[in-house]
């Protein structure tokens, strides 16, 4: 999308002249801004708020909602199925092109975990933020009503699986937001909830550094959390979350956030792949050895030029994909006027993470900031990195509102099955819950 975005503004007379066109295909008619998606969770923020319309952003682009399912480059052409492929019966579409820019990003990592794919919830889309808020205050009203000891004490059981970004703030927001909810309950206490991050190495958020992930366990810990560093899941069967260790916990939520994988399509390109799995690139965002393809974000490794230690690639994180996505967009448009294409070269800036309200850590430009200080400059950065002043406005107001207004602590569970309720009020049995998380 920010690629798009940028080639919009540069081709604009080709686009208007019909010179040129540029085609966007997307699973989703929108781009989620995966960094809020915490805040989402623990209702922050809207959830509209944290995507960002891809026709609105992009009105003088082509935007194809479907799936790439394969990719011929030597034919120039990319097959494409649509939510129409299965109604018209006219199949996948073949759209051609002349310069290909492939950036998927990437997927949730899973393990050969068992019980996994049965019980686990991902962390990486805007549907999974809002199921799992929906899913968290559902466990406290079935741990409230319940008479079995045995189930109020697997609801009330939250394993988090992953010690980066996603599971640490994941967990951090909707930990705080659970305990804030436990008050409006007569007999539940925010000590009843049970919170246990696991992490395989000996450290979280290793991108802010070894101190800072120190502080971020203690502060952690110190919120009763349970942190299991150098711990794996070794299974989640029948609801019971099997450690490592040897600890066994009965619980009804698991999500998995242990890392993630270059996106599925990759491999039906024909391309140049590393060995794990993302498209070999140059320094000016060219698929190696490859004419008039090019890629960016997740998807690319990338060399960096800024690295003491030859051969390292950039950190498939959104630092780095927002910026590449400048330069590629750049040199694209380079090559349609005959210019001189420039190398991606950037300098690590610093990472920041929030560990719930008005708590966070951050190492920016070697200075080491926490607590408050620090959660504040991660909202500005993401603030100032959310795409659209549309949309940094309308964030910007949800959290003043938030600072004014009590949290809201409604879970809307029935919007993943919207025709339940007509369904029983016509005479038809409901179908049964295909969530496992519920």
């Known amino acids: ?82 939510l129409a492929s299965g109604e018209d019966g006219t199949g996948a579409l073949e ?50 009503a319940t008479r079995d000891p045995a189930v109020r004490d697997a609801a009330l059981t939250f394993v988090f699986v992953g010690g980066g970004y996603a599971g640490v703030e994941a967990l951090a927001e909707l930990e705080d937001m659970a305990r804030y909810t436990s008050r409006y309950y007569h007999n539940i206490k925010a000590e009843d909830l049970k919170w246990i991050l696991v992490e395989a190495t000996g450290r979280i958020l290793p991108e802010v550094g070894e101190s800072l992930g120190r502080y971020a366990v203690r502060e952690l810990r110190g919120r009763n959390i349970d942190v299991r560093l150098d711990t794996r899941l070794d299974s989640c069967e ?41 498209l070999l690139c140059t320094a000016k965002l060219t698929v190696e050895g490859t004419e008039h393809a090019w890629s960016a974000g997740d998807a690319a490794a990338v060399p960096d030029l800024t690295a003491a230690e030859p051969g390292r690639t950039t950190a498939p994180n959104a630092q780095h994909a927002v910026r590449q996505a400048k330069v590629l967009a750049d040199n694209v448009a380079a090559v349609l006027d005959g210019g001189p294409l420039t190398e991606y070269r950037h300098s690590y800036a610093g990472s920041v993470a929030s560990l719930g309200l008005h708590k966070g850590v951050a190492h920016i430009y070697g200075r080491r900031l926490k607590g408050y200080p620090a959660w504040l400059i991660h909202r500005m950065y993401h603030l100032s990195r959310v795409p659209t002043f549309n949309r940094k406005a309308r964030v910007l107001a949800e959290w003043t509102l938030a600072g004014l207004f009590k949290r809201e602590i409604v879970s809307l569970g029935s919007l993943e099955h919207p025709r339940a309720e007509f369904e029983l009020a016509a005479g038809r049995r409901p179908r049964p819950d295909g969530d496992d998380c519920q």
């Open 238 to 278: 029948d609801r019971v979350a099997v450690l490592s260790d040897g600890s066994r916990f009965p619980t009804r939520t698991l999500v998995w956030t242990a890392g993630v994988k270059p996106a599925p399509l990759l491999a039906a390109t024909g391309l140049p792949l590393d060995e794990r799995g993302r």
């Open 95 to 144: 759209i051609e092109y002349d310069e290909l820019v492939l950036a998927p990003g990437s997927v949730s990592r899973t393990l050969p975990v068992p019980g996994l794919a049965d019980h686990g919830v991902g962390f990486k889309t805007i549907e999974e933020a809002i199921g799992l808020r929906n899913h968290v205050i559902e466990q406290m009203d079935i741990a409230s």
């Open 1 to 82: 999308m920010y690629t798009a975005l940028r080639l919009q503004r540069k081709l604009k007379q080709r686009l208007r002249s019909g010179e040129t066109e540029i085609v966007v295909v997307a699973p989703e008619p929108y781009m989620t801004y995966q960094p809020f998606l915490p805040e989402a969770a623990a209702g922050s923020i809207s959830p509209r708020h944290v995507v960002v319309p891809l026709r609105r952003v992009l009105p003088h682009c082509t935007i194809v909602i479907g799936e790439a399912r394969a990719i011929d480059h030597t034919k120039r052409t990319a097959t494409v199925t649509t």
